[in-house]
């Protein structure tokens, strides 16, 4: 049998309507299938999902792996897909989401080729029509190998688990497993194992097509709100794994573990103070920020800097301060002007 180059984990609930198209997408020349390991995750879906992953096994046998297991959400998927990975790398690609084809067959080439950590490729994001809307990429060395260090904030900030393919190896020496029963683990995917990484090389080009504005994504405004404190959960996962951790990491790993940690917890208390202020969240986020203050001290000194883009505004430390109360007019006047681009960006007026 030939050594697989790389091992796609596609966690996959209720997904029969966009599975076909995302294993579709997957459908390179005879010579890279054989490279290709596709495990298809059906998490206990009450739908034709697990249908639509035998069918594939069937027309593909020695790429697609069908997999039925009891619901158990997004991470117990990623660990399950984990455990059967034989590839030398491993990604994760949601089954509403597809690869460019043309982009896949060059990026086994590739993957076959380099020796490296983690694999850094550019992503788009695409509608439901599939157009694309945005497009990211990477300030990054090409042709060479680098560290984290490398890496600038903006692409920290943008460095999310679409554009990430880790060296199997890594992650099963470290025995790295994502929480379970909740959503929103892909953050866990983009920051615990960095500090096993030492080598990284960049794929220039648009792999991932991220679909986003379909009705019960996990970043539909409706189902955040009714599944914010999921992230959370996932939040405090990651705080005492960087309580743990971070002393001995490498100084490379430490910079991007501080910087996106800062990122994540920020959005977290924007969410809960600015963006979505009321007593219930509130009360939610004095009891998260105990946490913080509980499982990293280094953390909460963070967030005590943490200013408002658009003002300059030390909101959190004020919030702090003034004894957890979100009624103050400070901000009012950021939940106001949040608001307001809110309303400019929808009419496209910025």
């Known amino acids: 049998m030939t050594e697989k180059t790389l091992s796609l984990i596609i966690p996959a609930y209720n997904m029969e309507t966009y599975l076909r198209g995302c294993l579709g997408s997957l ?7 054989e490279q290709l390991e596709v495990l298809v995750v059906n998490d206990g879906s009450s739908d034709k999902t697990s249908e639509v992953a035998h069918e594939w096994q069937r ?7 069908a997999i039925d297991k009891e619901n158990g959400n997004y991470g117990s998927c990623v660990n399950c897909g984990l455990s059967l990975a034989t590839g030398k790398y491993v990604k994760v690609l949601d089954a509403d989401d597809s690869f460019d084809t043309t982009a896949l067959e060059k990026y086994l080439l590739f993957l076959h080729d380099v020796d490296a950590d983690l694999i850094i490729s550019d992503f788009c994001i695409v509608d439901m029509q599939g157009n694309v809307t945005e497009t990211c990429t990477y300030s990054l060395p090409i042709d060479k190998p680098f560290s984290l260090s490398a890496l600038s904030k903006r692409d920290v900030k943008w460095l999310w688990h679409h554009a990430i393919a880790y060296r199997t190896s890594i992650l099963k020496s470290m025995s790295y497993r994502q929480t379970e029963g909740v959503s929103y683990t892909d953050d866990e995917w983009i920051f615990k194992p960095m500090t096993a990484v030492k080598s990284i090389r960049y794929f220039p080009h648009y792999l991932y097509r991220y679909l986003r504005g379909r009705e019960g994504q996990t970043f539909d405004p409706k ?18 794994f960087f309580a743990s951790s971070y002393a001995e990491a490498p100084v490379e790993a430490q910079g991007y573990l501080r910087h996106k940690l800062l990122l994540r917890l920020e959005s977290i208390y924007h969410y809960m103070l600015v963006a979505n202020r009321n007593d219930e969240n509130n009360r939610c986020l004095v009891d998260f920020d105990h946490h913080v203050k509980t499982l990293s001290a280094d953390a909460y000194q963070m967030m005590d800097g943490v200013r ?43």
């Open 27 to 33: 459908v390179v020349s005879p010579a890279r299938m």
């Open 223 to 240: 189902v955040l709100q009714k599944t914010f404190r999921q992230r959370m959960v996932v939040m405090e996962s990651m705080l005492r």
């Open 308 to 350: 408002d883009r658009l003002t300059g505004f030390r909101y959190i430390h004020t919030w702090r301060v003034k004894g957890y109360r979100y009624r103050i007019p400070t901000l009012f006047i950021l939940y106001m002007k949040h608001k307001s681009r809110r309303i400019m960006k929808k009419m496209k007026l910025i």
């Open 59 to 65: 027309r593909y046998p020695g790429t697609v792996v």
